[in-house]
């Protein structure tokens, strides 16, 4: 309640918190707008990062098929030159004589493009008669028991194999063809692969997007690169190469790239080598494979962000902008109001002066003037007008040195329903004078308060002194003012109630500023500086609604509250 008292008390302030909250709720309003098209606008970018990376993972994926599907039709070209090697006449194992399969051999694979390690050839006992070139394979070494012989033996069709190499910077595989003469088994023709050597298939084995390239068997043995990476120890490389189906794939998984290194989010794209046993598969690091996807998302996050941030930098810019020019023009219209109201001051204190003026002039006159018969009844009467306009602006000046000053109470115990009384009874001569009753009621108990007296005695005059002058010559019937003080429970409150015309609903809004007043030779000071001095000692001072005439309510705390 006191807070809407303040509030019409400083209609500035009001206008600056109507303002203030207006710019608040149109930042708020512009902030919950910007915030659902972020998140529309976050929402759809994060789709586009996924849907960009489903792209991606299919192109390696693509790309990664398309280079298996030729590093198998490769191999299988160069099992069929061995094989269609193998049924040139010159090859004939079973006349003892390596001397024709010796020239043909130095003829088309000397220093050979398509076998970058070498070409053999491996009688039907798998012992080696000759190689180009010769380092390759030892003469006379036997490759009897080697599962690619036996499985050659078995199947007499064309394999392509891994084989340990004797240095670990190598990868070999062989390519072996069965040397058929009328449907009898007469040896093989063999021919040696280093896949780490640029050659035949060094183009198959080129990272492009991806980190890595790894050419592994079903059962994970890795073929390329020649060292094995960390990852090829792990559960999750089992797990990626044993798949049954022969379809490609795509897929996600945490590996060690290197060792001694944490695992890596990594993406892996497969395809089968066709006619062999082998996986291609091609291997990028996420984060980087990903990361120019993520780099356009952070791109077009950070425009958006921008494009929203920079209207409401704008608009806060205007805001401030616009509560300047509010401060300034409110400032004007305070001072305006400040000038408007020391004016209405200046002509009422001008006023008041000049009665009080008036009447000691006359008084004067009445002493100076006249015939020495009846002076000096005419000496008391103007000594007593001349006193009565003295302690009148002596009070008015009294009053007004309190409200520009401010209220400082020296707050003491005092009894208020006693202190009431006699500050009413003070009033009660005037009151008979004018024909008014003046009903003083308080409870036999005391009613303690800490309170200023001289300060609460001018709340309780000017507000029984206002009744009484709200009910002189007004004509009301059987005119009455009627002062009680009831003590609450925390609180302690003084009554005073005339049931005259009552304050006109035009000047309620405004009855307690300064300067304000109804009566026609008031100064409107007294109201003003009574409410002061309530809310000084924590109380307050309001106007009742709702009763004939009018009725004004001091309020003070109670002793110890």
Known sequence: MSGERRDKDEPGRDLGAVHARFARAVVLIYLGAAAVAVTLFVATLIADLSYQQEVAKDTLLLETQVRAYYLGRHLHLLAGELSRLGMRSEV???????????????????????FNVGVAVVGQDGAALWSEPQNFLRAGSSFAREPWFQAVLRTRTMLIVPVKPEREKDSLLYVVTPILRGGQFTGVLLGGIDLALEGPLGSE??????????????????????????????????????????DAFSTEKGLRIEAGRGERRTVVAGAAVQGTDFLLLSLADADLFFGPAR???????????????????????LLRRSFRIFATSEELALRGERLRMLGEAVNLIAHEVKNSLNGLRVGLDLILQGERAGLEARHRQAVAGLRTEMERLSNFTTELLSFSKGVVPRPVAIDLAEFTRKVADLARGRAEGLGIALQVSAPAAR??????????????????????????????AAPRVAVSV????????????????????????????????????????????????????????????????????????????
């Open 92 to 114: 004939d194992l079973l006349d003892q004589n390596v001397e024709p399969e010796r020239s043909l051999l130095r003829l088309t694979h000397e220093k050979s493009a398509f």
């Open 447 to 476: 009613v303690a308060v800490r309170a200023d007296p001289s300060l609460i005695h001018v709340v309780i005059a000017n507000l029984v002194g206002n009744a009484l002058d709200a009910l002189a010559g007004d004509g009301v």
């Open 205 to 246: 084995f080129h990272p492009g997007g991806h980190g890595l390239d790894v050419l592994a068997t079903r059962t994970g043995v890795v073929i390329y690169p020649a060292k094995p990476p960390a990852f090829a120890a792990d559960e999750a490389w089992k797990e990626i190469v044993s798949r049954p189906s022969e």
């Open 486 to 561: 009831s003590a609450l429970e925390r609180r302690a409150e003084v009554r005073v109630e005339d049931n005259g015309p009552g304050v006109p609903a035009s000047l309620r809004p405004r009855l307690f500023e300064p300067f304000v007043t109804g009566k026609p030779s008031g100064v409107g000071i007294g109201l003003a500086l009574s409410r002061r001095i309530a809310r000084a000692h924590g109380g307050d001072l309001i106007l009742q609604e709702g009763v004939r005439g009018a009725a004004f309510v001091l309020t003070l705390p109670a002793e110890g509250a």
């Open 295 to 317: 780099q356009r998302l952070l791109t077009r996050l950070s425009l958006g962000l921008t494009l929203a941030l920079v209207p409401l930098v704008l608009l806060i810019l």
